[in-house]
Structures are given as structure tokens and as C-alpha cells.
């Protein structure tokens, strides 16, 4: 079980010890059902818009969300299976902190942008979309740039940083992936996988699964960025054997209440409800955008050799962990001599931006005004 808390893979993370496991079931209490519709984009984020780069097949699209028209670029890359709505919570809390923009990307074959080749996932390619990106947006001048991003999304900032692909760069944030503990994750990650459900009969069942899973701990997280993980299917037929795979044991927390006042009358309504989805029926269903196992060839390319690319890159650099017990060899020895700052936000899961937005904020606006790179928005006390 340790070695499953230390998955650094993916923006996900199996389900914390105590938490919601499939087919189980949760008792909220009275009074403490939960909303689970999705929220909008442009509740967190000013702008959206889709960048067109030239690559050698065609033309790429990106999906990019902003907020903000002056001070430093923060340059957010999101972790696999997830998309740039994984940091609208946390946007808008930073936005209110320093003079900043905040650019939210896509990745390739992630959240809404278009690519002629989505097969190809490799660090390489990623990185140098990162650098088009830029490019398409700002031209030859670009305004200086802070690159921010999690897990797998950490590891392409890292690749971006290293090979010098944004002129403007001044600064690079990795939250929560060390390459010694993702590398030692690697072999187990197939069959955390396949333990998650394959489709939801919603939107609001995956974004409830996400949080009673554990997944992600902050449930207005979940409502905006969910969508961005999972997309509607056309709909389809489906069968008693396709309906068991559908978030499984996800329930209503009134359900819970109402099986204890009723008792009996409860369990006779939920056996007919469970009779009625037993029979074929047509409805809309929704599945992962991403196929995280078929990314498994690139998954050592992301890692290997990220503790030495990071601590060779020139910027001044921010590491925020979940735990300390995530540090590496090459990285503690970096620590204490002083190559880069480290920040622990502990109780959190690994989705730490989504799960602590205010913590992560802070640590990432202090870091930016010490390096005198922005400063604090009037009337914002640190």
C-alpha cells in the first residue's frame, strides 16, 4: 500500500487508505449531501481560445484557458488524464494575489485540442508543443514566463525548461513528482489503472466518483475540472454487463439516511432500481478522454533523469510536495545545498493544486515576489 501512495504517474492517485473503495458504501450523516453539478469554465478563467501551431503533419490545435493582460506569464501544464481545468480553482485564487496572467494548456491528446498524431506522447514532442504554444501566443517577444505544472505535467516542464524552448523563462515550479518515487510507481500503475470504472452513466456520477475516491479532495475542484477528464459518448446500448462497470458502488448520501429510517421499504425500492438498470436500455454514457495504459511506452521517457534535468536548469526553482518522504537522492542532496526551494503542503493528496488551491497559491506568489519577479496585488495581505 505504501508504494501505491507514491503513484507520481498521474494527476490521479488510487484511493487513500480509509477512503471510497468500489462497492463500498459511505455514510455522510444527516444534513451533508453534497452538490455534484459541473461548473463552468469561465466562472475561474477570463479567456478561452484554441492556438493553431505548424508541426510537421499539419496543423495542431491547443485548447488554452487566461486570465490577466499584464505581469509575468505562469504557464500551467496539467498531469496525464487530466486537462488545464485542473487549475481554474487555483487560478482564480492567485489571480487575486499578484499582478500576473495565468496560462492554462491542454495537452497534447488532452482536453479539447486537436492533434494529428495523438499516439505520440513522448517528453520530446510535448516539450517542444510547450515551446509552439509560446510561440503562437507571443511571437518572438514573449513576456517573461514562470512554468508550472504537475506530475506528468511537472516532468514536461522540467523537459521544456532543459532544452531551452522558452527564451523568456524565469522561473520553473514541479508540484509532486520526483523521479525515483514515479519510477519505482511504474510497474504498478497498469493495474491501478484498471481498478478505476471504465465509463459513468454522467458527468456528475464521475465527478462524484472522483471525490469519494479520493482523487481529488476538494469538491469544487472536481465540478469544473472533471470535464475536462472524461467526454460523453455517443449514445449506445447498454447491457447488464456493461452497467456494472459504471461507478460502481457511487451512492446518494440521502439514500444512506433514508435506509436507516425506512429500513425495509428503502431495500425494496433500491432492489427495483437495481432491476430496472438490469434491463437493456439506450442513454447518453461518459468514458476517459485520455487511454492513460496505451501511454505506458512513453511513461520512463517523462522520468528518467528528471532529478538531474531539473537541478541543472538555471532558473530559480520551486519544488511543493505532498510529503517529504518523496525526495530522491539527487534531490535531497540538491536541497541542502541550496539549489532549489522546497515547500511540504501536507494533507493533501496528489492533486495538490486542486486539492490545497489557497496553499499552493501562496507558495507560489511568495516565491514569485521574493524572486522580484511581480509583486502583491494592493490590499492582499500575505
Not at 465509463?199 to 479532495?217: H, M, P, Y
Not at 461518459?286 to 495504459?293: E, G, K
Not at 532549489?340 to 489557497?358: I, K, N, R, W, Y
Request: charged residues 25%.
Amino acid at each position: 500500500m505504501e508504494k501505491q501512495l507514491h503513484l507520481d504517474l498521474l494527476a490521479s492517485r488510487p484511493p487513500m487508505p480509509g477512503g471510497f473503495q468500489s462497492g463500498s458504501k459511505i455514510k455522510m450523516g444527516p444534513g451533508r449531501r453534497r452538490d455534484f453539478t459541473p461548473l463552468s469554465w469561465s466562472q475561474y478563467f477570463e479567456t478561452m481560445e484554441d492556438v493553431e501551431v505548424e508541426n510537421e503533419n499539419g496543423k495542431d490545435i491547443f485548447r488554452v484557458y487566461c486570465s490577466g493582460a499584464h505581469g509575468p506569464v505562469l504557464l500551467l501544464l496539467h498531469g496525464g488524464g487530466h486537462s488545464a481545468l485542473s487549475w481554474a480553482v487555483f487560478t482564480a485564487v492567485i489571480y487575486n494575489r499578484i499582478h500576473c496572467r495565468v496560462v492554462a494548456l491542454d495537452l497534447r491528446a488532452h482536453g479539447d485540442s486537436i492533434v494529428k498524431n495523438s499516439e505520440d506522447l513522448s517528453a520530446d514532442t510535448m516539450a517542444k508543443d510547450v515551446g509552439k504554444v509560446v510561440e503562437a501566443l507571443y511571437g518572438e517577444s514573449p513576456p517573461p514566463i514562470m512554468l508550472v505544472g504537475h506530475s506528468m505535467g511537472g516532468a514536461i516542464a522540467v523537459h521544456t525548461a532543459a532544452a531551452n524552448l522558452i527564451p523568456s523563462l524565469i522561473g520553473l515550479s514541479v508540484i509532486d513528482v520526483v523521479e525515483g518515487t514515479a519510477m519505482d510507481a511504474l510497474n504498478s500503475m497498469q493495474n491501478f489503472l484498471r481498478s478505476r470504472p471504465n465509463i459513468f452513466k454522467s458527468l456528475e456520477n464521475a465527478i462524484e466518483w472522483s471525490v469519494k475516491s479520493g482523487q481529488i479532495r476538494n469538491i469544487e475542484s472536481a465540478r469544473v475540472s472533471m470535464g475536462g477528464q472524461v467526454k460523453k459518448c455517443e449514445e449506445s446500448t447498454r447491457s447488464p454487463a456493461v452497467s456494472n462497470s459504471i461507478g460502481e458502488g457511487i451512492i446518494e448520501e440521502e439514500e444512506e439516511e433514508e435506509e436507516d429510517e425506512e429500513g425495509g421499504q428503502e431495500e425494496s425500492s433500491k432492489k427495483k432500481l437495481k432491476e430496472d438498470d438490469q434491463e437493456t436500455k439506450k442513454e447518453s454514457i461518459f468514458t476517459w478522454r485520455v487511454d492513460l495504459a496505451k501511454t505506458e511506452k512513453y511513461w520512463e521517457g517523462w522520468f528518467k533523469g528528471l532529478s538531474a534535468l531539473f537541478l541543472t536548469c538555471a532558473v530559480p526553482k520551486l519544488l511543493l510536495l505532498a510529503g517529504v518522504d518523496r525526495l530522491d537522492k539527487d534531490l535531497t542532496i540538491g536541497q541542502m545545498q541550496g539549489k532549489f526551494q522546497m515547500q511540504v503542503l501536507p494533507q493533501c493528496g496528489h492533486a495538490v493544486h486542486e486539492d490545497a488551491p489557497e496553499k499552493v497559491a501562496d507558495a507560489l506568489a511568495t516565491f514569485m515576489v521574493r524572486h522580484k519577479f511581480t509583486d502583491f496585488k494592493e490590499g492582499y495581505m500575505c
